[in-house]
């Protein structure tokens, strides 16, 4: 399993930007997943954004995000997941990744996600400054 987020950048406080994550697996029919987003700022702890699920596309925020952030599924793809960040703010600034885990549904709320992920990918930059 291969996961690969883009989308990343500079933009203004206020701005948007949306990220993409491909999640490159092969599953069979059955396989239900949650796949989400966290993200890392510099000297802090990684951070649970959002989740979703396969399963019934239920969908998962910390309460950081709740209003601002719009994570969906690539139907186009098997497994894609985007995440729609708007009203960004100087705070919002770090590292992005998306995260996969396979055989279980999202979890109630985004704390302790982090425990339970199964792949990672490679993170993309978000800077919001003017």
């Known amino acids: 399993v291969q996961l690969q987020a883009s989308g990343g950048g500079l933009v203004q406080p206020g701005g948007s930007l949306r990220l993409s994550c491909a999640a490159y697996?092969?599953?069979?029919?059955?396989?239900?997943?949650?796949i989400g987003w966290f993200r890392q700022a510099p000297g802090k702890e990684r951070e649970g954004l959002s989740c979703?699920?396969?399963?019934?596309?239920?969908?998962?925020y910390a309460d950081s995000v709740k209003g601002r952030f719009t994570i969906s599924r690539d139907n186009t793809k098997n497994t894609g997941v985007y995440l729609q960040m708007s009203s960004l703010k100087p705070e919002d600034t770090a590292v992005y990744y998306c995260?996969?885990?396979?055989?279980?549904?999202?979890?109630?709320?985004?704390?302790?996600?982090?425990?339970?992920?199964?792949?990672w990918g490679k993170g993309t930059q978000v800077t919001v400054s003017s």
């Open positions: 995260a996969l885990d396979i055989e279980r549904l999202c979890p109630k709320t985004m704390t302790g996600w982090y425990y339970a992920v199964d792949y």
């Open positions: 979703i699920s396969s399963v019934d596309g239920v969908t998962v």
């Open positions: 697996a092969t599953f069979n029919r059955d396989t239900h997943y949650a």
